[in-house]
Nanobody, 118 residues
């Protein structure tokens, strides 16, 4: 099973920016899709953004995050990135990287905490 390792979380002030990274342990069909979910305290896990390995892949974003968050991917590095700008306190959550095949069960990273606060 593929292992996913996230990095880049931490504390940021409102209005600030942060970039998360997630690297997969191997390159195979299980990382056709890669992306991010997040879970805030007391809330369900929700999709942030997802992207496939296709060169012309059109990312999918949560509607509420479009314009502030950008997902990208480096297939050669087996890495997906999440650039977060204009961060708000309500963006505070654990951010989970995931990967999945075209059809099938996803794999999950352990999560990285993002806290937006003064």
């Amino acid at each position: 099973q593929v292992q996913l390792v996230e990095s880049g979380g931490g504390l940021v002030q409102p209005g600030g920016s942060m970039r998360l990274s997630c690297t997969a342990s191997k390159s195979d069909p299980s990382i056709f899709r890669m992306g991010w979910y997040r879970q805030a305290p007391g809330r369900q896990r929700e999709l942030v953004a997802t992207i496939t390995e296709a060169e012309d892949s059109s990312p999918i974003y949560s509607e509420s995050l479009k314009g502030r968050f950008t997902i990208s991917r480096d297939n050669a590095k087996r890495t997906v990135y999440l650039q977060m700008n204009g961060l708000k306190p309500e963006d505070t959550a654990i951010y989970y990287c995931y990967s999945g095949p075209l059809a099938g069960r996803p794999s999950w990273g352990r999560g990285t905490q993002v806290t937006v606060s003064t």
